[in-house]
């Protein structure tokens, strides 16, 4: 579905500042002082519209305003069909000069209907926004199955982004969440597509290290078609991975940097501030940079968003390479005690039938060879935590658990051992869903099916591998199963794609096998 449109301004700034169904006496006093910006004229809304954090009553919405040259005030409105003869809220909103004219404006009103869709958009004096919907979430009691998205790792310069476009035309998403690797920050090779050039940064060679070129780089990928629709489609929610801030870093240890411009720290703060700026996705004065949460979406679903890059310690090993140390379970962490200790008492409060762990890098083990993991970078480098956590969550009676994943470019599937092997008690599941465009395990090994095979073959946990395509997977969490498929475009070389199932799952209430279906 299209939701682009046009239409006339007429009346648009009679009564701003205003909630339709009465005025909010709490918003009050904030929206005389908004009201007293100039409403923003010229300027477009270049990166299309974006919501998130989905609430009973609530939604966060935000856009970015191009071509202002000084703060300027917006307005937005909801509406309960998409051609806004039924418009039920309208607020003024700020294009702060000091965010890079980022807008964001949290809804919450009773108003807004537990599990409704709508439709929202912005404007100025002589421009609308494109037309945006979301759904609010459902009942702590509503048994209505929940259906989300999750993608990871769009590398601009590796392709097109023909999976976002498939995943725009999904039907009935709650929720889409990125699990990292929105951008890449880092000097740009293997260009896989000629005129997806990206020339952002000093040396215009894609590597970003100041604010500056931190917005310049989502204005890029925002700039793109098909992820403006996936986004005005969709409620958003979304966790960061390295490529955010710099490659491969760990905590307060640095990655990998060509030419380091400025100090790290002050990269990290520039590329988490931009995160924050150009996704719907506020935090509390002061939390800026704590982005762990659960959203509960439902008697069927809670989703627990994960931060495995800003607490963890060093690597163990260089990634993708063999790391047998890491079989000792050396006592280090990736989530950090305060989070660690958060997300067991966070499983084991919840009621929902399925917990949906959003993270960004593989719990499954991974060897290759045999005994060898190959990735200290995921959970196989931080192994004595994962059992802790995992063998908390048996003790306690947690079932249902399934780990959604990105950051390494292939689809696997398969069951989670305390050990990360079949050595060990069986915990939950897991869903690696490929990625949007950037190259895999196919490209760094070469042969793609002798890899394929190998790694399931050493891996039997691994129901599925699959190293060649990209894409994303679509979950339908249900009373008495969870449900799972592997979506990819033919192509992501074409600017336009079929996009077709590569394989789809379920897992039955109470079971940590998965099945195909």
């Known amino acids: 579905m299209d939701l682009t449109r046009r239409s006339l301004l007429a009346g648009a700034g009679a009564g701003a500042g205003a909630l339709l169904l009465g005025r909010d006496p709490a918003r009050v006093a904030g929206q005389a002082s908004r009201s007293a ?8 809304f270049a990166t299309g519209v974006m919501s998130g954090q989905p609430a009973l009553d609530g939604i966060t919405l935000s856009t970015r305003v191009a071509g202002l040259e000084r703060t300027s005030r917006l307005q937005v409105e909801i509406s309960r069909d998409d051609d806004f003869r039924s418009v039920i809220y309208r607020q003024d909103v700020v294009a702060d000069a000091e965010r890079g004219f980022a807008a964001h404006h949290r809804a919450q009103h009773p108003v807004l209907r537990p599990g409704e869709q709508y439709f929202y958009r912005f404007y100025t004096c002589d421009e609308n926004s494109r037309v945006g919907r979301f759904r609010t979430a459902r009942p702590a009691d509503s048994r209505e199955p929940v259906r989300v998205g999750v993608f990871s790792c769009q590398k601009y310069h590796q392709g097109y982004y023909t999976a976002h476009a498939g995943l725009a035309d999904v039907r009935d998403l709650d929720l889409v969440v990125c699990l990292g690797d929105y951008i890449y920050e880092e000097v740009n090779r293997n260009q896989s597509v000629p005129d997806r050039k990206d020339t952002t940064g000093a040396n215009r060679n894609g590597e970003i290290m100041t604010l500056a070129e931190y917005r310049e780089k989502y204005a890029l990928y925002q700039g793109d078609p098909d992820l403006q629709a996936m986004h005005a489609n969709f409620a958003f929610g979304a966790i960061w991975d390295d490529h955010e801030v710099e490659n491969d870093y760990a905590g307060a240890t640095p990655g990998d940097a060509e030419q380091r411009r400025v100090p790290f720290e002050e990269r990290k703060t520039n590329g988490y501030r931009a995160w924050r ?14 982005i762990y949460g659960r959203l509960n979406l439902g008697a069927n679903a809670d989703v627990f968003l994960l931060d495995e890059r800003q607490y963890r310690d060093p690597l163990l090993c260089e990634p993708v390479q063999p790391c047998p140390q890491a ?7 990736l989530l950090g005690r305060p989070q660690t200790d958060w997300l067991k008492g966070e499983l084991a409060s919840s009621r929902a039938t399925w917990k949906l762990l959003m993270n960004q890098v593989m719990i499954m083990g991974l060897d290759l060879p045999t005994g060898v993991p190959i990735n200290a970078d995921q959970w196989d480098g931080y192994a004595a935590e994962r059992r802790e956590i995992l063998e908390d969550a048996l003790a306690k009676g947690v079932t249902n658990m399934s780990w959604l994943t990105g950051d390494i470019h292939t689809f696997f599937a398969g069951t989670v051992h305390t050990s990360g092997r079949v050595d060990s008690p069986h915990a939950a599941t897991e869903f690696v869903a490929g990625s949007i465009t950037s190259e895999g395990i196919a490209e760094e090994f070469g042969n793609q099916d002798f890899v394929t095979d190998r790694i399931q073959n050493i891996n039997p946990h691994i129901t599925y591998a699959e190293t060649k395509s990209r894409g994303y997977a679509v979950l339908e969490a249900r009373p008495d199963e969870l449900l799972v498929d592997f979506r990819s475009p033919e192509t992501v070389f074409q600017p336009k794609s079929p996009v077709r199932t590569l394989a789809s799952f379920k897992v039955a209430n109470g079971s940590t096998a998965v099945e195909r279906r």
Do not use: C, F, K, S
């Open 277 to 290: 700026e150009n996704l719907p996705l506020l935090a509390p004065p002061g939390a800026e940079r704590v």
């Open 37 to 44: 910006l100039p409403l923003a004229r010229g300027g477009t």
């Open 327 to 333: 079989r000792a379970e050396p006592p280090r962490t």
